[in-house]
Structures are given as structure tokens and as C-alpha cells.
Nanobody
């Protein structure tokens, strides 16, 4: 069992940066691929980024690479999402997810999810 807790969300202005954190419980964090997703009311959940268990491979949602960067610190059981040059359309609840299967995580079919953290970008 893995429990995920996100933090770092908040209200920022367009052009600002924000770093989200997701800390996992358990001693097997390093064996899980980790990902970030986001969702706004009335819309489907959107894939943001995924990082492999070792941190050696990352993938990003369409048009997000270059502004967003995912990273992890296995010693701290934490995955991060650095978000730069934020836009109002980045406003959403951001969720952390974990799965031992990278393919499932990419599809948003993860075994474990956090409770989400709200990011609001004002224009």
C-alpha cells in the first residue's frame, strides 16, 4: 500500500513559477513509476508528466515539456513538478499517482492516487 500526499499548490499570477511536491509513504517508493495529472471541473483528467522509478526517463503531456519538469528524490520518497511560466489555462487540481507499471500510469490507470492540490493562475 502506498499513500501519496501532494503539497505546494496555491494562487499565483501568470508567468510565475510553482513547485509541487508529492511525498509517498512506504519503503518501496523507488520501485514505482510516478506521475502527475491535472483536472478541471467538467473536463477529463489530463496527463501532465511521468518519471520512471530510477528517474532516468521522463515523459510529458502535449505542449508541457519546456515549461514543466518532473523529478524525484528516492531518498526522500518525493516526486516534484516544477512549473514555470504558468498560464491561466494551467489552473486545475493536480494529482500525484504511482504505479509499478509505466504503461498503466501513462494511461492514467494508476494503482495509487493522492488527494490533489489546487493550482490557480490568475491573468
Amino acid at each position: 500500500q502506498v499513500q501519496l500526499v501532494e503539497s505546494g499548490g496555491g494562487l499565483v499570477q501568470a508567468g510565475d513559477s510553482l513547485r509541487l511536491s508529492c511525498t509517498a509513504s512506504g519503503r518501496t517508493f523507488s520501485s514505482y513509476h510516478m506521475g502527475w495529472f491535472r483536472q478541471t471541473p467538467g473536463k477529463e483528467r489530463e496527463f501532465v508528466a511521468v518519471i520512471s522509478w530510477s528517474g532516468g526517463r521522463t515523459d510529458y503531456g502535449h505542449s508541457l515539456k519546456g515549461r514543466f519538469a518532473i523529478s524525484r528524490d528516492n531518498a526522500k520518497n518525493t516526486v516534484y513538478l516544477q512549473m514555470n511560466k504558468l498560464k491561466p489555462e494551467d489552473t486545475a487540481v493536480y494529482y500525484c499517482a504511482a504505479d509499478s507499471r509505466r504503461g498503466s500510469l501513462l494511461l492514467g490507470d494508476a494503482d495509487y492516487w493522492g488527494q490533489g492540490t489546487q493550482v490557480t493562475v490568475s491573468s
